[in-house]
C-alpha cells in the first residue's frame, strides 16, 4: 500500500524559508512523477511544483524563482525548498506520486504551512 508522509510545514514570517519532505513508501519511487501542491481554506487544490522522474522541474508562476523542487531517489523523498514565503503562501501542502500512463495516482496527507504577515 502506497505511503507519502510529508514534513516540514509551521508557522513562519513573511520574507523566512522551510523546506518540505515527503518520503513514500510501497511503490517503485524513481518511476514516479512527484509534485507538490497546496490546498488554502475555501479554494481548489493547486500545483506547486512538479518534478519528472527524469528530473526534469516545472513551476506555476507564483513559486518560480522563490521554491525548488528536488529529490533523491535513493532515499525515496521529494522536497520542497521554500525561499522569502509570503502570507498569500499560506496553506496545506500536500505530495503527489504519478504514474501518468497507468493512471496511478497516490497522495500523502498534507504538511500546514502558515506564514504571517
Known amino acids: 500500500q502506497p505511503l507519502l508522509v510529508e514534513s516540514g510545514g509551521g508557522l513562519v514570517q513573511a520574507g523566512e524559508s522551510l523546506k518540505l519532505s515527503c518520503v513514500v513508501s510501497?511503490?517503485?519511487?524513481?518511476?514516479?512523477?512527484m509534485g507538490w501542491y497546496r490546498q488554502a481554506p475555501g479554494t481548489q487544490r493547486e500545483l506547486v511544483a512538479v518534478?519528472?522522474?527524469?528530473?526534469?522541474?516545472n513551476y506555476t508562476d507564483s513559486a518560480k524563482g522563490r521554491f525548488t523542487i528536488s529529490r533523491d531517489n535513493a532515499k525515496n523523498t521529494v522536497f520542497l525548498q521554500m525561499n522569502n514565503l509570503q502570507p498569500e503562501d499560506t496553506g496545506v501542502y500536500l505530495c503527489?506520486?504519478?504514474?501518468?500512463?497507468?493512471?496511478?495516482?497516490?497522495w500523502g496527507q498534507g504538511t500546514q504551512v502558515t506564514v504571517a504577515s
Open positions: 503527489n506520486a504519478r504514474y501518468t500512463i497507468l493512471a496511478k495516482s497516490f
Open positions: 510501497g511503490i517503485t519511487f524513481r518511476t514516479y512523477d
Open positions: 518534478i519528472t522522474r527524469d528530473g526534469g522541474a
